[in-house]
């Protein structure tokens, strides 16, 4: 029905927490499971052999009198990283548990700075957990680490430059098949796959007041985005309907003669110091009409429609 609307879970959990809500509010809904599966190809290959790809291009770059800034940008970030690894390793050796390296736990500690510390130690704080964040994941991305409880081990020691690393395609879009042989450097194709839980919520919905469905949502495991998308649709329907219901009211009996008074620049969105306008199509409208007819909200062919 056109007046369904739908929302997507990615934990069954919560869409299943989220449909016995729906039945406490005598609200119908169905579940839809959905997979997908996708691939993102990458270069793949050491620091060193991505600083000497970089020296290539730009050697490239520099007979032809042109210079890649971006490029330049890109071999300052490796050489940054490169540094940051070897100073992480400094101070380290093998058999190291990383206490308090976890990013939740270095989250946790960010968080504990930004609520007490000036810009300065705020700012020190934030570059310190994106340094850490990155030498975490090369050195798990290299099968350096085992996890150990809610800590990391350090398994093995590795030279930084020999550390493997991935940059998009679209980060070299000058590189040709050559280079990357001289350099070593070779595709990595990453595949990942999604379950999503689509939950399909009945018309019933249009009767459930969206403040209850949002503070129940705040309490679940869904994108913060999805459900206010989600909770402003079902508003913007209740209060479509609404004005449908209204007009009616006033004599308008025809689906015509509705869709003319809709085209009015604005009205009153109730409750609030606000307007709202509804740009919609004749066949729309239709379809509401229809969904508000099996509803019971409305009755009568068109000419003849009535409030119930």
């Excluded at 599966?37 to 790809?53: D, K, R, V």
């Excluded at 990453?190 to 503070?215: H, K, P, Q």
């Excluded at 109730?270 to 508000?292: C, H, P, Q, R, W």
């Amino acid at each position: 029905m056109t007046l369904e609307e739908k929302i997507t879970f990615y934990s069954h959990e919560a869409a299943v927490d989220f449909q016995k809500f729906l039945r406490e509010k005598e609200c119908g809904s169905r579940i839809v499971v959905e997979h997908s599966f996708s691939g993102e190809p990458y270069f793949e290959g050491t620091i060193s052999q991505f600083m000497n790809l970089i020296d290539l291009l730009a050697k490239k770059d520099e007979e032809e009198n042109e210079v890649d800034e971006d490029l330049l940008h890109m071999k300052n970030d490796l050489i940054e990283r490169k540094e940051t690894l070897e100073e992480f390793l400094e101070g380290h050796k093998e058999g190291d548990l990383l206490s308090d390296s976890t990013p939740s736990q270095m989250l946790a500690q960010l968080q504990t700075i930004d609520a007490t510390g000036d810009d300065a130690i705020k700012k020190d704080a934030a570059d310190k957990f994106v340094s850490s964040l990155m030498v975490l994941a090369t050195l798990e991305d290299n099968g350096l680490l085992e996890e150990e409880g809610e800590n990391y081990r350090l398994k093995e020691i590795k030279a930084a430059d020999e550390m493997t690393v991935m940059y998009a395609y679209n980060d070299f879009p000058a590189v040709t098949q050559d280079d990357l042989a001289k350099c070593g450097i070779a595709s990595h194709v990453r595949t990942s796959s999604t379950t999503d839980y689509v939950i399909t919520v009945g018309t019933e919905v249009l009767f459930v007041n969206t403040d209850e469905i949002a503070d129940f949502l705040d309490h679940v495991d869904v994108d913060e985005e999805e459900a206010a998308k989600f909770v402003d649709a079902v508003f913007f329907k209740q209060a479509f309907v609404g004005k449908i219901h209204e007009l009616v009211a006033e004599g308008n009996a025809s689906e015509e003669a509705l869709l003319e008074a809709l085209g009015a620049p604005s009205f009153p969105l109730e409750g609030t110091n606000d307007v709202i306008s509804f740009d919609i199509t004749a066949d729309y409208l239709k379809a509401v009409v229809n969904d508000l007819r099996k509803l019971g909200i409305l009755t009568g062919k068109d000419g003849k429609i009535k409030n119930t």
